[in-house]
């Protein structure tokens, strides 16, 4: 598996790491900030699901009118560990 770790912009969390199999399903998903609880659950929805398929679902949400939100970040960072892998 390889780790990756990504910057998000324009959100309270400051960090996701997570790392990609080789069949590129995420794994280890963690957020550093942000919203704890619900940051935790994203990580235990994702763990194990299609990296490709967990981007376009969570593509464009918006967190309090902010044009984004830790899920669109994750998305972002997912897409960018995909063009890297």
């Given at each position: 598996m390889k780790e990756y770790s990504y910057t998000p912009h324009g959100v309270c969390a400051i960090n996701i790491k997570f790392e990609l199999d080789d069949e590129k399903k995420i794994h280890n998903l963690a957020f550093t900030n942000g919203c704890n609880g619900n940051l935790k659950a994203i990580g235990k929805l994702c763990e194990g699901k299609d990296a490709a398929e967990i981007s376009e679902i969570l593509e464009g949400n918006d967190c309090?009118?902010?044009?984004?939100?830790?899920?669109?970040?994750?998305?972002?960072?997912?897409?960018?560990?995909?063009?890297t892998a």
């Open positions: 309090k009118g902010r044009g984004t939100s830790c899920a669109d970040q994750l998305s972002k960072a997912l897409k960018e560990a995909l063009t």
